[in-house]
């Protein structure tokens, strides 16, 4: 899988070399390259950002420094019509959009590129599923009061373009939730986890449901005890007791997901 980071603090990336995705990184599994738009500046203070149009507070990201490393992605991506956009200010290529290399399916893909942002679709881990099939993952953080909708309007011709939100809260800039993002997906790219079995039985896999609680050694810890089904080596009994928590939890921490799961499970009942 080829990722590209578009952001104007590049080093905030520097996390995503350490662990897991640095080692796949080496093992050649994944391939990560960041971009700064600062570079694909034309005056002297590299300029990225610009007053609201309208007016009001804060600072607005600029249309063509983000145009422009989105172009220098396409460009070195390996699919044909990479070196035919059109770089007028107002039109695109008519040879239409650059394609990253053959899908699953053996037909041209489009590169994902997400943009991170508080008002776009909620980032899930079916969503994280989904993209860790992609091939060509492209992120563009927005800094100040976020980028130039207009940037999300033209990429639509060259990208599959998804606005996507960590959360319901506010970030001072998009890099962490581009962390978050890539985390998640990589670690589902298969051979990025040693162990892939550990990924069936986590919280939000497969029916949705949260993690049972885990425990290890020493049977006793400051007065605490590991429940005594997990000792028993009755695996029919542990699965069972396992499920049960998992119940527990969900409908306790998290009514939401409770609530679906009920639902998914009367509509498979039917
Ligand atoms: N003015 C924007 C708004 O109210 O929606 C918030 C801009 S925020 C200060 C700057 C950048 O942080 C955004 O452009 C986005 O890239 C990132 N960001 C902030 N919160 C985020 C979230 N919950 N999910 C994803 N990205 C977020």
Redo the contacts with the bound molecule.
């Keep these: 899988m080829r990722i590209d980071l578009l952001s104007i603090f590049p080093e905030f990336f520097d996390v995503l070399d350490l662990s897991l995705i640095g080692r796949a990184q080496q093992d050649g599994l994944l391939e990560i390259n960041r971009i700064q738009p600062r570079d694909f500046t034309t005056d002297r203070h590299r300029t990225v950002d610009s007053p609201p149009a309208g007016g009001g507070a804060?600072m607005v990201m600029k249309p063509e420094p983000i145009a422009q490393a989105l172009e220098h992605v396409l460009d070195s991506s390996a699919g044909p019509g990479a070196g035919e956009i059109d770089r007028s200010e107002s039109g695109l290529s008519e040879s239409g959009p650059s394609e990253s290399g053959p899908s699953e399916s053996g037909a041209q893909e489009r590169p994902v590129l997400i943009?991170?942002?508080?008002?776009?679709e909620l980032f899930t881990q079916r969503a994280a599923e989904e993209l860790a099939h992609r091939q060509h993952l492209v992120f563009a953080?927005?800094?100040?009061?976020?980028?130039d909708q207009r940037v999300t309007e033209w990429a639509q011709e060259h990208f599959e373009v998804r606005p996507?939100?960590?959360?319901?809260?506010?970030?001072?800039?998009?890099e962490a939730?581009v962390v978050v993002m890539v985390e998640a997906i990589t670690r589902l790219v298969p051979g990025v986890i040693g162990n892939p079995e550990s990924l069936d039985e986590e919280s939000h896999a497969g029916d949705g449901l949260l993690e049972y609680p885990v425990y290890t050694k020493p049977a006793q810890w400051r007065g605490h005890e590991i429940p005594q089904v997990l000792l028993s080596g009755d695996h029919g009994k542990i699965a069972a007791w396992r499920r049960e928590q998992q119940e527990l939890r969900t409908r306790k921490g998290r009514p939401d997901i409770w609530a679906r799961y009920v639902v998914a499970q009367e509509r498979e009942s039917r």
């Design positions: 804060g943009i991170p942002t508080p008002s776009g953080a927005g800094r100040f009061e976020g980028i996507m939100s960590i959360g319901d809260y506010v970030l001072n800039g998009g939730a």
